[in-house]
Every structure is written in C-alpha cells, then in structure tokens.
C-alpha cells in the first residue's frame, strides 16, 4: 500500500519558519505530481503548494513568496519550507501524492493523503 508520513509540524512564533517533510512509500515517487494542503478548522481544505514531475511549481497568492516544495527523487521525499510564518498559516497540513506527471493544486488530481501534522502560529 502507498504510505505518506508527514512530520515537521510544530509550534512557531509569527514570523519564524518551519520545515515539513514527507516519506512516500511503495509508489512511484519521482514520476508523479506531488502537493501539500492545508486544512483549518471550519475551513475547507485548500492546496498551498504543488510539484509535478518536471520541477514545475504553483502556489496560491496566500503562501507566494514565503512558502517552497521541494521534492528528492532518489529519497522518496517531499519537503515544505515555510518562511516568515503567520498566525493564519495555523492549520494542519497534509502531503498528497497523484497518479500523473502533471496536474494542478485541486483535491481531484491527488488520491493518496497522509495523516496530516499540525502547525499552530502564534502572534
């Protein structure tokens, strides 16, 4: 069974930055579009970065500019830098990976999840 594990979650000050990782397990990692989404609660769930096979990236106007994925192809792991942080950035957040090469950063393109780790940003 594909597996994604998500850590890095944590407890930051505004501003600060943390780093997410995701170990992807039994799938065909460096072929496929991987992403990262984040839910808060009473929110619906919202696509915050995305990778596809060939590097290309997208991120919504809300994380432009402070957030990067990054992918490592011979380790099976996706990465999320999160840079100058903000207290509406708290949320859990969650790896997903696609069958495809290419997609885009809807929920639709994605059929495997992990379990989600939290990241909680003070003011």
């Known amino acids: 069974d594909v597996q994604l594990v998500e850590s890095g979650g944590g407890s930051v000050q505004a501003g600060g930055s943390l780093r997410l990782s995701c170990v992807v397990s039994?799938?065909?990692?460096?072929?496929?579009?991987m992403a990262w989404f984040r839910q808060a609660p009473g929110k619906k769930r919202e696509g915050v970065a995305m990778i596809d096979a060939d590097e290309y990236q997208s991120y919504p106007d809300s994380v432009q500019g402070r957030f990067t994925i990054s992918r490592d192809n011979d380790r099976n792991i996706l990465y999320l830098q999160m840079d100058t942080l903000k207290p509406e950035d708290t949320a859990t957040y969650y790896c997903a990976a696609g069958r495809g090469r290419y997609g885009a950063l809807l929920e639709s393109w994605y059929q495997y999840w992990g379990l989600g780790t939290q990241v909680t940003v003070s003011s």
């Open positions: 039994e799938y065909s990692f460096r072929d496929s579009i």
